[in-house]
């Protein structure tokens, strides 16, 4: 009997036999299901890795987007902004708001109003906060700089350019030079808001309808959100910064 035993131990080492087959045991049991679990680790593993790409190339597109955040200017009301879902589109051209259509008294005063706060005076940290040289900076009295933030700059020119399309009313009777002065002022308008508008990037959607039984044109429609600054959060800041008439601009001297 030792001899047989010893015959079995060999042929299964040297010739690759199963030692349940050899001994005429069933393959069905504990050593035939290890491979099935191992199959199933190396999925296991698979799934875990794809996982784990799918996750840092994610966090490579956000750290991106953060390094370019990371270099956006520091502003003095960047603090001061709160924000809210607005879906305001501009789509009829026969509906005009208070801003818009035919000149009025009430939209005198409230474009007036909106510009007011235009301007205010910066501090020298505030001006070397915002990276902003002070060697050719226009200084107050006081010793401030005269400033602005970007939106007012926008609406100064919307306003320029709302005055120019009524300059029957505004600019009927200008010289030539003061006529090509407008023009220049109102091409350098039209490229200051280019810029903004495509660096700001609206990606609503917009679709099309049509609004009559009869149609001949199809008018622009969309219920698109956006992420808006609250404007009043804007305007409480530059209100809280008026510029001073006590703190006039320093003509430099010759």
């Known amino acids: 009997m030792r001899d047989l035993a010893d015959e079995e131990e060999h042929l299964c080492s040297s010739g690759g036999l199963n030692p349940n087959e050899a001994s005429g045991r069933s ?18 593993i698979h799934l875990a890795i794809i996982v784990l790409l799918v996750i840092a190339m994610a966090r490579a597109s956000t750290n991106g987007t953060l390094m370019i955040l990371k270099g956006v200017s520091w502003s003095p009301v960047q603090d001061s902004l709160r924000y809210e879902l607005n879906g305001q589109h501009a789509l009829k051209h026969h509906k005009s708001s208070l801003f818009a259509g035919r000149p009025t008294s009430q939209q005198e005063s409230a474009w007036t109003e909106m510009l007011a706060p235009m301007y205010f005076a910066a501090t020298r940290q505030e001006m070397l906060s915002a990276e902003e040289a002070l060697n050719n900076g226009v200084q107050l ?17 919307l306003q320029q350019m709302r005055l120019f399309l009524y300059r029957e009313r505004y600019y009927h009777n200008i010289t030539e030079s003061q006529e090509e002065y407008l023009y220049e002022h109102l091409d350098h308008c039209l490229e200051a808001l280019r810029i903004t508008i495509m660096c700001h990037g609206n990606t609503g959607l917009y679709t099309f309808a049509w ?5 001949d044109k199809a008018t ?6 956006s992420a808006c600054v609250k404007w009043n959060s804007i305007e409480e800041w530059s209100r809280s910064r008026p510029l001073a008439s006590s703190d006039p601009v320093v003509i430099p001297s010759a």
């Open 141 to 157: 009295a006081s010793g401030n700089y005269l400033a602005t933030i970007g939106v007012y700059h926008e609406l100064h020119c």
């Open 27 to 44: 393959g069905n049991g504990p050593d035939t299901i290890k491979p099935i679990y191992f199959k199933g680790y190396l999925i296991l």
């Open 220 to 225: 622009t429609k969309s219920n698109a959100r």
């Open 211 to 215: 609004e009559s039984a009869t149609p």
